[in-house]
């Protein structure tokens, strides 16, 4: 009776999921697969190829915030930003964007678009604030640790003070910088990030920290971070 036991599992052979698994293993990659499975930080700004992100953030001034990305390519990030807070009719969204010049195994440069989300105001007695940053972003990572440095551009809608009135407002482009740090795996992290626009007359301080969870959206996506991780 062992004997047949042992004769009928050399016929049926493996369990489903331990052949679906050596199958997998066991597919050819392509040189453009290979370079998606190279080395690379598990940074903030920049997102693998096929990777969907989600994330949500809370600081100031925004109070809190959400956001969806995907990566395209390596190269690619884009995605969106949002919060509801009371006092607003609709939710407020903005694009977001990042393009990596460079990633390699340690190092990554490029950069990245953001808006800040700010409250409701009394638009009666004062004009709605609005900030944009774009950024050139440097990141150094290893193993569950990255940090990174932006520095660029800052614009934002500031007191008109000429108009003498409160409401009346006008934009203006001055220095936008700061730093971030990340600490997780391809899957699943949590990030402290600071950022400061500072002009002649006008100061903006921007600080959250979040959490991100990241999916791969198809089976060879996961294979290749399988893969990459061993």
């Given at each position: ?6 004769a ?5 052979g ?6 679906e ?7 050819p ?13 598990n ?8 990777t ?7 600081g100031?001034?925004h109070?809190?915030r959400?956001e ?6 390596d190269?690619?990030s884009v ?5 509801w ?10 694009p977001?964007?990042?393009l990596?010049?460079?990633?390699g ?21 004062t004009f ?22 932006d ?20 934009r ?8 971030v ?10 990030s402290?990030?600071?950022l ?5 007359d006008?100061?903006?301080?921007v ?7 990241r999916?791969g959206?198809s ?12």
């Amino acid at each position: 009776m062992h004997s047949l036991v042992i004769a009928a599992s050399l016929v049926i052979g493996a369990p489903l999921g331990e052949r679906e698994s050596a199958n997998a293993d066991a597919l050819p990659i392509t040189r453009l697969e290979q370079w998606f499975a190279r080395p690379k930080p598990n940074g903030p700004r920049f997102l693998d190829h096929g990777t969907l992100a989600l994330a949500a953030f809370g600081g100031a001034p925004h109070r809190y915030r959400v956001e969806l990305r995907t990566g395209l390519f390596d190269v690619v990030s884009v995605g969106v930003t949002a919060h509801w807070l009371p006092g607003q009719a609709w939710p407020r969204v903005w694009p977001v964007a990042a393009l990596a010049l460079w990633r390699g195994a340690l190092f990554e440069v490029g950069a990245h678009y953001r808006p800040v989300l700010f409250p409701p105001v009394d638009r009666s007695t004062t004009f709605e604030p609005d900030a944009h940053f774009a950024l050139a972003s440097f990141t150094l990572g290893s193993g569950l640790f990255s940090a990174g440095l932006d520095m660029g551009v800052a614009n934002l809608r500031v007191p008109d003070v000429l108009a003498g009135d409160p409401t009346r407002s006008r934009r203006e482009s001055m220095f936008g910088g700061g730093f971030v740090v990340r600490v997780g795996n391809e899957w699943i992290g949590g990030s402290l990030d600071a950022l400061a626009a500072v002009g002649d007359d006008e100061i903006l301080l921007v600080l959250e920290a979040g959490v991100e969870i990241r999916f791969g959206l198809s089976p060879s996506v996961t294979r290749l971070f399988d893969r990459r991780s061993r």
